[in-house]
């Protein structure tokens, strides 16, 4: 099983660009999210969801939208960059049938310019 | 906010010696997981505690869920370079579809 792909891996944006990070899961979990990671800070949640069609915000949310029209499907969109948006971000899938453990995907690196 | 608070925040060691790691919080958690994290790459998953007092080991690392289910630890017995990484706590509530993470614990194994 791949587990959770995230593409692409790597993004440089210019300010005001908008661009869409893509993440599907082959795992049929019902839960997906998205994190981003910056140095000495942690993972910060940005959008999650429960299931196909429901998603709401985590901590972080603005600048961002999610949609989730698939189980397997979780795309997160900025809508105009900025550099404070300048991050790795990570897409995560869970289930209550697995304890709630997340699987990760292996991160985007973006850069905003 | 439920807040996991982790410690120590850095940790450097040598070889051979026994380590533990903290993660802490005032809130009640249905699930706890513990990951490790390498440089550029997602944390991985380590072991998910769910019963209150639970150990569970994984060769050298042990883990335990306190018995209020507010509280963890990680022991790691006779540590070893490749132990190095950035060692995550969090935890989940029941049917919430999120998970709360520590800031995490940068664990450095000497040769």
């Known amino acids: 099983n791949a587990g959770v792909t995230q593409t692409p891996k790597f993004q440089v944006l210019k300010t005001g660009q908008s661009m869409t990070l893509q993440c599907a899961q082959d795992m049929n979990h019902e839960y997906m999210s998205w994190y981003r990671q910056d140095p000495g800070m942690g993972l910060r949640l940005i959008h999650y969801?429960?299931?196909?069609?429901?998603?709401d915000q985590g901590e972080v949310p603005n600048g961002y939208n999610v949609s989730r029209s698939t189980t397997e499907d979780f795309p997160l969109r900025l809508l105009s960059a900025a550099p404070s948006q300048t991050s790795v971000y990570f897409c995560?899938?869970?289930?209550?049938?697995?304890?709630?453990?997340?699987?990760f995907g292996s991160g985007t690196r973006l850069t905003v310019v | 906010t439920q807040l996991l608070e982790q410690s120590p925040q850095f940790l450097s060691i040598q070889e051979g010696e026994n380590l533990t790691v903290y993660c802490n919080s005032s809130?009640?958690?249905?699930?706890l997981q513990w990951y490790r994290q390498e440089p550029g790459e997602g944390p991985v998953l380590l072991v998910t505690?769910?019963?209150?007092?639970e150990v569970k080991k994984l060769k050298r690392l042990t883990f335990q869920f306190g018995d209020a289910r507010k509280d963890s630890s990680l022991h790691i017995t006779a540590a070893q370079p490749g132990d190095t990484g950035l060692y995550l706590c969090a935890g989940a509530r029941l049917w919430a579809g999120k998970s709360t993470f520590g800031d995490g614990t940068t664990l450095t194994v000497k040769p």
């Open positions: 969801s429960v299931g196909a069609g429901i998603t």
């Open positions: 995560a899938s869970s289930s209550p049938r697995t304890g709630y453990g997340y699987t």
């Open positions: 505690v769910v019963t209150g007092g």
């Open positions: 809130s009640v958690f249905s699930s």
